[in-house]
């Protein structure tokens, strides 16, 4: 009995040594394949200009320095027909298209460029978070205007579920402003009164001022900061002077219009 009691002890110890020894080796592999994955991993982030530091276990990427922004966002610059400067290095412009028209002043042969900083749709703006101190939105306002009319390829055109595109709009712009800073909204309600639009705001807005021959233009001024009731549809926003006239995904129109004003 002790001979094979000996025996059975010989074969269990073989047993425990062979399988610590698949043990090891399966440890080996899977340290083997982490340590190829954090190869990879290393140059990839190489190649996205990040450098790794490794220290205490554990892998820690490092960006590179952080994008700067200038203070202001053009959310559908257009033409950048209200700037005084259309190169002013403290605004980012940009716009859904890039265009080039010379057939819209029959008068002369006169060019007109819709040429964004970047290209960027302001329903889902490509900035992070509270990053300006100031956003100017100017969206589109036509409906009626065919695609290719004159008032079309330069302010562009809503078209479709337009509630939910300038919705959609104003929350982006919102996100992308500072606390406490200011959005100047322009709006011209040839097609679509401006009580309609402020609804869509998360923010009620501050002031405003009407402008045009017709007064149908609007800048209005919003802060973002506690979100509180907007005027309602059928409580149009008689004590909020409402804003001039719009520019849409493309287009702006108020330095011309101003100086029409004073004529």
């Known amino acids: 009995m002790n001979t094979k009691s000996a025996i059975r002890g010989a074969r269990a110890a073989a047993d425990i040594k062979e399988a610590a020894k698949t043990a090891a080796n399966s440890r080996s592999t899977q340290a ?8 990879a991993d290393v140059r990839c982030n190489m190649a996205n200009g990040k450098n790794m530091i490794i220290g205490a276990g554990q892998d820690t990427a490092r960006r590179a320095p952080k994008k700067e922004y200038p203070p202001v966002l053009d959310a559908c610059c257009g033409g950048r027909m209200m700037w005084y400067n259309k190169n002013d290095k403290r605004a980012l412009c940009v716009d859904i298209r890039r265009e080039v028209y010379t057939d819209l002043d029959k008068r002369s042969n006169t060019v007109f460029q819709i040429e964004p900083d970047e290209i960027a749709d302001f329903r889902s703006l490509p900035y992070p978070s509270n990053t300006f101190s100031l956003v100017v939105f100017d969206p589109p306002h036509c409906t009626r ?5 004159r008032t079309s390829k330069k302010y562009g055109g809503l078209t479709g579920m337009w509630r ?3 919705r959609a709009g ?5 996100r992308v402003l500072r606390s406490e800073g200011t959005l100047v909204f322009k709006w011209n309600e040839t097609d679509i009164p401006v009580s309609e639009i402020l609804v869509l ?13 017709q007064s149908k233009t609007h800048w209005i001024c919003f802060m973002k900061g506690e979100e509180l009731p907007v005027p309602s549809e059928e409580s149009p926003a008689q004590n909020t002077k409402e804003i001039c006239h719009t520019a849409p995904n493309s ?3 108020a330095i011309p219009q101003l100086e029409l004003d004073l004529l």
Request: aromatic letters at 10%; charged letters at 20%.
């Open 145 to 149: 205007n065919g695609k290719n009319s």
């Open 201 to 213: 705001s998360q923010y009620a807005p501050l002031f405003g001022h009407r402008s045009g021959k």
């Open 170 to 174: 104003f929350a982006e712009c919102f």
């Open 32 to 39: 083997s394949k982490q340590a190829s994955a954090h190869a």
């Open 251 to 253: 287009g702006r129109d």
């Open 164 to 166: 939910e595109m300038l």
